[in-house]
C-alpha cells in the first residue's frame, strides 16, 4: 500500500551521495551492498571509501534478501507519542545478511515470533512514492 507524504509522519531518511543508490534500489525492491572494486569487501551503511583498503571504487550489487536475526529490542513506549502510539510494539533489529553485512531494520512480525538466529527475508515497505523501506519477516 502507497501512502501519501500526509499520511506518513514519521522521520525519514535522508539520502546523501553515497547512499543514494542504495536507496533507488529499494524503491525497485532489490536490496543493494556496495562491493569495493579493489578487495570485493561488502560494506554497509553505504560510504565512499572502503573501510579494509581505502579503496573510493566501489559498485552496487544485489543481495539476496536473505540473512539471520542478530539481535533486536521491542519499543513498547512510543516516544514521541504522537508519533509512534499506534505502532507501538514494534521491533527494531539487527539482521546479518546471508553477504556478511549486518543491516539495522525493522520487523514486520509480532515480537513473539521471533527467535534468535532465526532465518529471515527482506520485505519492503513503499512507505511514501519516493521512499521505500527495507524490512525484515520470518523466511517462508
Ligand atoms: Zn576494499
Same mark, same amino acid.
Given at each position: 500500500m502507497i501512502r501519501t507524504m500526509l499520511d506518513y509522519n514519521?522521520?525519514? +531518511? %535522508?539520502? @546523501?551521495? @553515497?547512499?543514494?543508490?542504495?536507496?533507488? &534500489?529499494?524503491?525497485? /525492491?532489490? *536490496? *543493494? *551492498?556496495?562491493?569495493?572494486?579493489a578487495c570485493g569487501h561488502l560494506r554497509f551503511p553505504p560510504s565512499g571509501m572502503c573501510p579494509h583498503c581505502r579503496?573510493?571504487?566501489?559498485?552496487? %550489487?544485489?543481495?539476496?534478501?536473505? &540473512?539471520? *536475526?542478530?539481535?533486536?529490542?521491542?519499543?513498547? /513506549? +512510543?516516544? +514521541?507519542r504522537e508519533i509512534y502510539a499506534g505502532d507501538v510494539p514494534y521491533v527494531v533489529a539487527l539482521v546479518n545478511l546471508e553477504e556478511g553485512v549486518r543491516i539495522p531494520t525493522n520487523m514486520t512480525c509480532a515480537p513473539e515470533d521471533l527467535m534468535s538466529d532465526m532465518p529471515v527475508e527482506v520485505v519492503f515497505d513503499d512507505v511514501m512514492p519516493n521512499l521505500t523501506l527495507p524490512k525484515f519477516r520470518p523466511l517462508r
Open positions: 514519521k522521520p525519514v +531518511p %535522508v539520502a @546523501d551521495f @553515497d547512499s543514494t543508490p542504495f536507496w533507488e &534500489g529499494c524503491r525497485q /525492491h532489490r *536490496l *543493494l *551492498l556496495q562491493r569495493c572494486s579503496s573510493t571504487q566501489s559498485k552496487w %550489487v544485489a543481495a539476496t534478501g536473505r &540473512g539471520r *536475526l542478530y539481535s533486536w529490542i521491542v519499543v513498547r /513506549h +512510543p516516544v +514521541p
